[in-house]
């Protein structure tokens, strides 16, 4: 190898050698490589070239295909880079062995090729921009290379593959490339929108638009600034458009940009409304909103995915469609899942179980981080409240069963400003079945139920609380849970005048909840004890306010008796009247009581739930909550006492 380092200080021998070489060449390469094919391969070079992705043994490797007059300005362009020390030609002569192949070149993919032997010595015989790896290789002698597994790199063909209408934006996708072939400099594309509202598929058009593939990798799956090489070199080999899909989560991305800083246009996508250190990006930023709410009014997108596939009835598809807000993305998925596990039973039938099953495995999300998912076992005919207040909850159900009827096909939504969300304040004393209707609506709805305690939420550090609802918000939306916003009188105090700091930051907190609440196209409750914390401005944009009051001697009977277990050994001189009557607490203090005295019971002998028992569990319920009872009151009862 040492001929290789040797190097000429006079310009007239270079040529020399170089033209006598190139003669040789030439000769040979004419035999294998019509003119044809070098042309198609200058063009794939120049493509790469203006997409700024340069391949340092370019030169080199198209040296054995240029004629004798472009070799010689080659070379002269070479002395000028070099400032006047060349390599000799055994450099260009590493690609052959003495022996002349059936194919130049061909043999470099042998272990003991030249150019592989040798490049991993060190110190390196070659520099650094002589060496190449065999993909490229293969690719600037004009193979067809099919795209190479990398981990986590996403790949959509479009040549030749029609890409599927669903979610697709027919205006967004030209406006982008109308923008980066008119402004001039380098560019930063954010396209920012939900999961599942067609992001990655308009990039694809965008990409079939401009007759190249498209590759899409998230930032969490990219480790390394090799990494990102290797995959802008399969996007040039594939003649593909990279987008990098960016973190849920804030992160710096100065390293990012100043991996791709040789980027002429740079794509990203992400679900945050605004990149963070978009000021230090020197580059002309686009940003693309992607509506959530346009793809969800196009009702025949959502009729002609659900029609392609097999259902038990009608029924079970249209209220598929009715009751959930799915994006189309998130739709599909859970629509193959469901097929799939008909096919497990011996059917292509869709059943409403197999769409249960689907939802809850397709909607993953991480809400258990900031909130605890509450059981819906109960049903309507367990709820024991006021006439009014029931026929109230049972409408709210019916109308999220309903809201794409008439919010989408009958039109209503084009007349509202904040989508078809639900948002509910539930307000009564404690243990009054404000927990216990939410877990109702997520049974009859068929929907997760997740309780957040503000208290947990609200943070001391300003903007951390907005952080933290932004997260529980956007994980909600993969399954469209029901948010139980417990304790939220620790929040909702009554708005006051800002008088210091604090009371400015605590106005902001709840402007921000309020916002993502009408937002957010599930369906979200804020729990209270007291409604008139809650000023008549943010009542007004709350969409319902259900009152949960303490039960009256009526209700107070039923729940009595409604909560004996049929099991519970009990005396038939249990005066339920009376408790009835004379104790105004409320539907939880009575279920209390009543477990509480049946523990009493089986520590007896003979366990046997009787009225002493009962009153005893009721007195220790009572002091709980700071009352103590006297005798009197206790009533012909007080004896026992």
Known sequence: ?????????????????LTDWGNHVWE????FHPKESFSALLQKSVTSAEQGVFSPFLYLALSARLEQEELLLLAASLYTERKGELLTLSAWKLFWKNESPDFPGTELYYQSAPLLFYREQEPAKLPES???????????????????YIPGLEWYHTKGNPLPPLGRNICLYPKILHCISEIPGKKLVYLQGREGSGRKLNYAYLAAE????????????????????EIQIECLINHAMFVLELPKEEEDLTPLFHWLK????IFLLGTGPELPHIRSIQRQYLPFFLSAQQVLEDKNLFETLTHSYQWECEETRTDFLHRYNFLPGRMKDILELARSYALSNGTDVITGEHLRKAILQVSSHSLDKYAKKIPGFYQMDDLILPTLTKQKLFHIIERIRNRKLVYEEWGFLEKSAYGNGVSMIFAGPPGTGKTMAAQVMASELNMELYRVELPAVVDKYIG???????????????????????????????????????????????????????????????????????DSAFRRRISDIINFPLPDAGLRLQMWQSMIP???PISDEIDFDFLAGQFEISGSMIKNTLIYASFLAAETQHPLLDMELILKGLSHELEKSGKKLSRDEYGEYGHLF
């Open 1 to 17: 190898m040492e001929d290789v380092m040797d190097t000429y200080h006079d310009y007239q021998e270079f040529l020399n050698d």
């Open 28 to 31: 040979q390469q004419t035999a």
């Open 130 to 148: 002589l060496r190449i790896t065999p993909r490229i290789f293969l690719f600037l002698q004009g193979f067809l290379l099919e795209s190479q």
């Open 210 to 229: 401009s007759h190249m593939d498209l590759a899409v990798i998230s930032y969490e799956q990219l480790q390394t600034e090799h990494q990102l090489r």
């Open 262 to 265: 040789e980027e002429e246009t």
């Open 464 to 534: 951390e609380t907005e952080k933290k609802l932004n997260r529980i918000f956007g994980e909600a939306e993969k399954s469209m849970a029901i948010l139980f916003f417990d304790e939220a009188d620790v929040l909702f105090s009554k708005r006051t005048e800002i008088k210091e700091s604090n009371d400015k930051y605590s106005n902001m907190e709840i402007a921000f909840l309020l916002q993502k609440m009408e937002e957010y196209e599930g369906v979200s409750i804020l729990a209270t004890n007291y409604l008139q914390n809650f």
């Open 566 to 568: 049929a099991r519970l």
